[in-house]
């Protein structure tokens, strides 16, 4: 060992990493995650029967709670908000709002919803380069954006989605249904 290269038991974590010249791109990158959150939240909302969209938890400090309709809803809404936004195009109203559109109601149209705010995500994220990437989108004035780059609103639609994907799960637990992504 020459003090530079790690003991054989950590050659796994020490392996090299594909980089853009390696043929992986920003925006190959980006959805990779945008594909893993997918399978997540997509397998969570079609578990949930479609009786149960309705349920809120109400037990505890819930007052307000959203239904697990409503955080699919939400879920998708943001979805396209943020592909909107890496676009550089405006989101429609219920987008802005979070909420999703009211003719979605069944489960059903509900996913139907939701996977297509994935595939607005895969689409615009298709759009992202290295040298677009941290470009600003949009000018943003103090107080109003947190975030104005493609990148940040790709992870943004990430991060989101596992945020409420956790909630998913949750409210699955709550009914007594194993999350898909926790069976054997």
């Not at 149209?109 to 989108?137: D, K, M, Q, W």
């Not at 799960?169 to 898909?180: A, C």
């Amino acid at each position: 060992m020459n003090g530079i290269d790690p003991p054989a038991s950590v050659a796994v974590a020490t392996a090299p990493v594909a980089t853009a010249e390696a043929g992986v791109t920003v925006s190959a990158a980006l959805d990779s995650w945008i594909t893993n959150s997918e399978k997540d939240v997509v397998s969570a909302a079609e578990a949930m029967p479609e009786e149960k969209y309705s349920f809120a938890p109400t037990a505890g400090e819930f007052a307000g709670a959203r239904t697990f309709a409503q955080q699919v809803k939400h879920l998708a809404a943001n979805n396209y908000r943020m592909a909107a936004r890496i676009l550089g195009q405006p989101a429609t109203p219920d987008q802005e709002a979070e909420t999703g559109p009211d003719t979605a109601r069944s489960k059903s149209e509900i996913l139907e919803y939701l996977r297509g705010s994935f595939v607005s995500l895969h689409t615009s994220a298709a759009t992202i380069t290295t040298e677009n990437a941290v470009r600003p989108v949009f000018r943003a004035r103090v107080g109003t954006i947190r975030q104005n780059t493609r990148v940040q609103f790709a992870v943004d639609a990430v991060a989101h989605s596992y945020d409420h994907y956790g909630q998913m799960v949750e409210y699955l637990r709550m009914n007594g249904i194993v999350p898909p992504a926790s069976r054997p």
